[in-house]
């Protein structure tokens, strides 16, 4: 199976919810963190790293509750993210001889 691949919007998003789950695990370890939450270490070390950009729901529902998080808070911040990203994709694609998604 092919995967399409993510816009500016989607990575920007991803990465803004990394960053948001590494500052709410403050200095507890990602050992523990995931397995409070019931995934594996490296799952999310690639979360936070931005090298999952799309987690699956009950993944995300998983890490929040672990780590004490609203879901409100994680909706807000990466819906801020997304808009963001999305808004220089456009002005980017205005500007002869811009690259989209260069920063």
Request: charged content about 25%; overall charge positive.
């Amino acid at each position: 199976m092919v995967r399409t691949a993510l816009t500016t919007a989607e990575r920007a998003r991803g990465e803004r919810l990394g960053a948001l789950l590494r500052r709410a695990r403050g200095e507890r370890s990602i050992v523990a963190v995931a397995a409070g939450a019931g995934v594996s270490a490296e799952t999310l070390r690639k979360i936070e790293t931005g090298r999952i950009p799309t987690p699956a729901f009950f993944t995300v529902v998983a890490l929040a509750t672990t780590l004490g998080v609203s879901l409100d808070v994680l909706v807000d911040a990466c819906a801020v993210a997304a808009a963001e990203a999305e808004s220089a994709s456009r002005r980017d694609a205005r500007v002869p001889g811009a690259r989209v998604g260069a920063a």
